[in-house]
């Protein structure tokens, strides 16, 4: 309480009503509803793990800068800004604050084909919109090297973690995928655009069928066919995380209108696909393991997502041949 007191002091927004009430949702940081004598906001405390890493703060800057300018085309919720800075620091934390919103995410049984198409189109907007104003330099090719998935084998027997046997059984593949997926990321880094990077569901707020994107930390340079793919598979999947073609292709469907024709080589764009999902895999694996945590409740999510991210890599690998095939 008496941080959300400093913070409304800090950034003159009146004086709290009550206390904070945790929001759930996000698996990276933590966030807040906060009620004062100004109105309501949501407050998003920074996980400091991440914050810690040298190219972080930049990176939240730049984050807000593009949501900043996308607004001006896209629905999108940016962090307020106090003093021309939207990321605040207040001792060794840091915090973005929002508006309070009165909207919803949806769960994957709640969204339709309007939906996906809806998504689909926004998305080509955003791939649409000119950045270069913002200055934001592409980054320099560093080929991601494989993760040692034998040592978090070790790591998890060691500590007897409930996702064991599901990374053993997997290990031989997650190697092949692993390089598959490198492979695939290089050879499509010529082709770049700026796109808000992680357009989940949860990420998305609705009011009927009128969407809001938030969440923009990991906004930044991808490959467009790349991120058209990974938010289709976002907005397809059902609840058992199967992919369902009449979503899939209105979700497609929606970002040709917008767009027009999709051009690419898809059997290596889908290859590429499961990088992220890798790349979660290794973080949740650092936090069940207590590598990269700071407290219980972190080291309880990094458990359940690893199992849960192992699920979901052994589904769209297996689904791979198919989307292929309704990419055609």
Known sequence: MSEFHKLCHALKLGELRSAP?????????????MQTTTGKYAVKVLNPQIMARSAARENYMA???????AVKIIPA???????????Q?????????????????????EIDMAHCE??????????????????????????PAPTDWGFYLEKGQESNAEWTDQLLESIEHLHIWNAAAIESVNSLSSEQVITHGDLDPKNVLWSDHEPLLIDWESSGYKNPALDVLETAVYWSE?????????????????????????RSDWSLVLAGGLLS?????????????????TDEEEQKTGTEQASRTLDAIQQYAESIPQMEEWLK
Request: hydrophobic share 40%.
């Open 277 to 293: 999902k890798l790349e979660w895999l290794e973080y949740s694996l650092k936090r069940s393991l207590w590598i990269e945590c």
């Open 63 to 69: 984050s807000e800068r593009i949501a900043n300018y």
């Open 89 to 109: 620091r207040l001792g060794e934390h840091f915090y973005l604050v929002f508006d309070w919103v009165e909207m919803i995410s949806l769960k994957h049984d």
């Open 238 to 262: 059902n609840g058992l995380g199967e992919i369902q073609r009449e979503k899939f292709a209105a979700f497609i469907q929606g970002y040709k209108t917008g767009q027009g024709r999709i």
């Open 21 to 33: 009430v945790p929001v759930t949702g996000g698996l990276l940081h933590k966030m807040y509803a």
């Open 118 to 143: 809806k998504m689909g189109d926004i998305l080509a907007k955003l791939h649409r919109i000119d950045f270069s104003i913002l200055g934001i330099e592409v980054p320099l090719l560093s080929k």
């Open 77 to 87: 919720l940016p962090a307020k800004k106090f003093g021309g800075k939207s990321l």
